[in-house]
């Protein structure tokens, strides 16, 4: 049954001369802006001011007083090189951004860089730029508001989580794929409080997109789901304001989300460019903005707006009027259920649990206990017998796959599996993204940007390749996003190149901020869990085995020591050079630490579950683990990175892989135990005649 709620705007009190004024104040920011840079896109901002209007100043749930109110409304421009629009909005609704910073457009330092920067700006919810994915965050966050409103609401008192995600899109966000991959699964959940408004320009960086992109973007969303207004026109701020009151109105358990089609003129309100491509990444010119403010009949300096305007657009008092209404639904749950509203606060805080110390050593603990049990077991299987620990003391987690769960082992007794029927949403905690490695991670980054959970989703390590610009973006942010990415090596065998991962490991290390593990055995992958979750203050990602992994024996020292990514597995008081391994090779370092200690060589094995949290550690610490012998390494991927630690010499793969049984692969590319023991005794022997240190 359809829900029809009754709603208004808040628009009805504005005539429309003033409204046009209103407009008219974006364009003036954003063209002044741009001109005052000599760089940026005057043509989205304008050709959407009336649009931004009314969702802004009749729709629009927030507090500029506090931008991080949990139950905001979320707003996400995801045609973000129209950044001074936003940037406009945010100054004139009263946020903390004064009006130097908009002269300091896209300058060193400044709060308005060129793309919208989570962190950087009160009141941007996420870093747009890559189009498409901000549409792709806009549904995690949609997915979020969806199961903290089910997980926290309870029918006998008002809502407690109860806000909108609003979305503007244009036609390049709907040419990337990732559009298709997110909207079809938003229209799957049922996301009825997502609203998306497209800018409907037929304009580019090319040209007319007709040439390009003639697609039927009506069609193509009913098909997925959605709810489909317009086309209307973008410049009438009243149809753009009946269009969101019809939006907002159906939000029933069978309503999809709803996309708005706005056709607008890029670059509306300029004199003589409106309309024309020359608008969309590059300055009108003086004389352009000096005839357009002559056609507004906009008298003053660059970067003025009357005081009239300013007060119109002001909407510090309306939020904190709303904000304190949501205060008393707090106080209305603090009596009825206080414990219910203080997990609540705990989760949208991101903080962990008091006792968060005790469950993360009893995964270490669990992982440990099945080691000495003699369960030899793929690293992959060890991270599913971890989150058997997490997720039920966890309520924060919540995971996911693409398509592979069987292979990525992602789910864990009784986390239950998001469902949408007739009746809704089925709250699971595990989800089927479906064969959608790029739409998953940036739907994960929408989930951790809204708050109240950690996402966590799982795929094979060479699809990373897919979902590469999510990752970089969840690194860019500091989201605390894990990524599980299982058949890390060659080891996947006969699958062959196609699949086996060779150069990721290297790649994903390359990325800023991004926490790489690639763990030895259960125990190692244990750690890598616990350090991931514990991590705030950015993303993960934990490369996992297919194939059974030796088992190792770590004490508490030896624990510690790997959670700051590298420790000594194996020592010897006069050993003569040191091997560094990583994952599944640490078996084979161990095997010819045996093999040369047979021939009176003594070696010291580093295990390196992370390369990247080591490289953070103080220079003594670096030095005290990899020792000041010769260091040869080895892993089944691309040696480049190896290289940095002083390495005398590495064995790894400097070409695709082949199909074959993961056994007869190893041997075929030389990464054995004879192979790594020969390499060392020959870098012992050269470091013995030369007489280098």
């Not at 997990?343 to 962990?352: A, E, I, K, P």
């Not at 897919?466 to 058949?487: D, E, G, K, P, S």
């Not at 074959?660 to 692969?665: E, G, K, N, T, V």
Request: proline share 4%.
């Amino acid at each position: 049954m359809t829900t029809i709620t009754p709603v208004q705007s808040r628009l009805h009190v504005i005539d429309k001369s003033h409204l046009k004024a209103m407009a008219n104040a974006l364009r003036i920011l954003a063209m002044d802006a741009v001109q005052a840079a000599n760089s940026g896109h005057p043509g989205m901002p304008m050709g959407m001011a009336e649009i931004a209007l009314a969702l802004w100043k009749g729709h629009l749930r927030h507090n500029p007083s506090n931008p991080q109110w949990v139950n905001r409304d979320r707003f996400v421009l995801s045609n973000g090189h129209g950044s001074m629009l936003l940037y406009g909005l945010l100054h004139l609704s009263g946020y903390d951004l004064r009006l130097e910073e908009l002269k300091r457009f896209r300058q060193l330092h400044s709060r308005t860089p060129g793309h919208p920067e989570h962190g950087l700006t009160a009141g941007v919810e996420t870093t747009t730029g890559p189009l498409g994915q901000g549409l792709a965050n806009a549904v995690g966050m949609a997915l979020a508001e969806r199961l903290l409103a089910a997980a926290f609401n309870r029918d006998a008192l008002p809502a407690l989580v109860d806000h909108h995600t609003y979305a503007f899109v244009g036609d390049g966000c709907l040419m990337e794929g990732v559009s298709h991959e997110v909207c079809s699964l938003a229209g799957t959940w049922k996301l009825s409080k997502l609203i998306v408004l497209y800018d409907d320009n037929g304009i580019s960086i090319d040209g007319d997109v007709r040439h390009w992109f003639s697609d039927d973007s009506a069609a193509r969303f009913k098909a997925y789901g959605w709810r489909v207004i317009g086309p209307i026109d973008g410049h009438d701020t009243y149809a753009v304001d009946s269009a969101l009151l019809e939006a907002r109105s159906r939000t029933g358990p069978d309503q999809g989300p709803c996309l708005i089609i706005c056709r607008t003129v890029i670059g509306a309100g300029a004199a003589t460019k409106a309309g024309s491509a020359k608008t969309h990444g590059e300055p009108l010119g003086k004389d352009e903005i000096a005839a357009t403010r002559a056609a507004m009949a906009w008298s003053g300096e660059a970067f003025e707006i009357p005081q009239s305007l300013r007060d119109s657009w002001d909407e510090r008092a309306q939020g904190e009027q709303s904000e304190h209404q949501w205060r008393a639904v707090l106080e209305a749950y603090k009596a009825e259920d206080p414990e219910l509203l203080a997990l609540f606060q705990r989760r949208v805080s991101g903080v962990l649990p008091a006792d968060w110390p005790q469950i993360a050593a009893r995964a270490i603990d669990d992982a440990a206990a099945r080691n000495a049990a003699g369960e030899k077991v793929a690293t992959r299987k060890a991270s599913q017998n971890v989150l058997q620990v997490l997720g039920p003391a966890l309520s924060d987690l919540i995971g996911g796959s693409a398509d592979l769960t069987g292979s990525n082992l992602t789910d864990f007794k009784a986390c239950g599996a998001l469902r949408v029927d007739a009746k809704g949403l089925a709250p699971g905690r595990h989800i089927n993204y479906g064969v959608r490695e790029f739409g998953m991670a940036a739907i994960m980054n929408g989930i951790a940007l809204h708050g109240g959970f950690i996402p966590y989703g799982g795929t094979f390590l060479t699809f990373s390749d897919y979902a590469r610009n999510a990752l970089r973006m969840a690194a860019l942010m500091r989201q605390r996003v894990i990524h599980v990415f299982t058949h890390d090596s060659i080891g996947l065998g006969e699958d062959g190149p196609t699949h086996q991962p060779i150069e990721h490991a290297a790649s994903l290390r390359l990325i800023p901020n991004l926490d790489v593990w690639r763990p030895a055995d259960a125990i190692e992958t244990a750690i890598a869990w616990t350090s991931a979750v514990h991590r705030q203050q950015g993303p993960s990602a934990l490369l996992l085995t297919r194939q059974a992994v030796p088992i190792l024996a770590l004490d508490a020292a030896q624990r510690i020591a790997a959670s700051r990514g590298a420790y000594v597995c194996r020592d010897h008081h006069e050993a003569q050079a040191s091997i560094l391994a990583s994952g599944s090779e640490l078996g084979i370092a161990l095997e010819a630490a045996e093999l040369l200690a047979a021939g009176s060589i003594a070696v010291r094995v580093v295990s390196m579950p992370s390369s990247t949290v080591f490289d953070r550690q103080d220079l003594a610490w670096k030095e005290q683990v990899l020792g000041q012998h010769p260091r040869v390494a080895i892993e089944a991927g691309v040696p480049d990175g190896w290289w940095k630690y002083g390495c005398a010499d590495v064995l790894g793969l400097s070409q695709f892989g082949e199909s074959a049984p993961a056994s007869q692969l190893y041997e075929y590319f030389g990464l054995t135990a004879k192979a790594l023991a020969e390499r060392v005794r020959y870098c012992v022997s050269t470091h013995q005649v030369s007489g280098r240190s």
